[in-house]
């Protein structure tokens, strides 16, 4: 199986900046096709923040364009999140998706989820 792990959510205040990373191991040959990262804030429903293409092409919320930033290292199989002028509505559980390719055909992954907390 493959497992995705997040890692880098905290506590910041508005304006700081924040990186986000996941990384995807397993036990047996895959391949990772499409990555992205969605959020999910008490009270409302899983969004999509930001995904990014195996080429690099990248795509983001209208409310997260022009602060964070999505990349990706192929050769780590680690996808990024450069979350830049926080603010408090970003506050939510952060979630990486990878779209993997294995032996018996493609499946979505989910990790479990990174907190992030913007103060005042």
């Known amino acids: 199986q493959v497992q995705l792990l997040e890692s880098g959510g905290g506590l910041v205040q508005a304006g700081g900046s924040l990186r986000l990373s996941c990384v995807a191991s397993?036990?047996?040959?895959?391949?990772?096709?499409?990555m992205g990262w969605y959020r999910q804030a008490p009270g409302k429903q899983r969004e999509l923040v930001a995904d990014?293409?195996?080429?690099?092409?990248?795509n983001y919320a209208d409310s997260v364009k022009g602060r964070f930033t999505i990349s990706r290292d192929n050769a780590k199989n680690t996808v990024y999140l450069q979350m830049n002028s926080l603010k408090q509505e970003d506050t939510a559980v952060y979630y990486c998706?990878?779209?993997?390719?294995?032996?018996?055909?493609?499946?979505?992954?989910w990790g479990q989820g990174t907190q992030v907390t913007v103060s005042s």
């Open positions: 998706n990878g779209d993997v390719t294995q032996y018996d055909g493609r499946w979505p992954y």
């Open positions: 990014i293409t195996s080429g690099g092409l990248t």
């Open positions: 397993g036990s047996i040959l895959f391949t990772i096709n499409n």
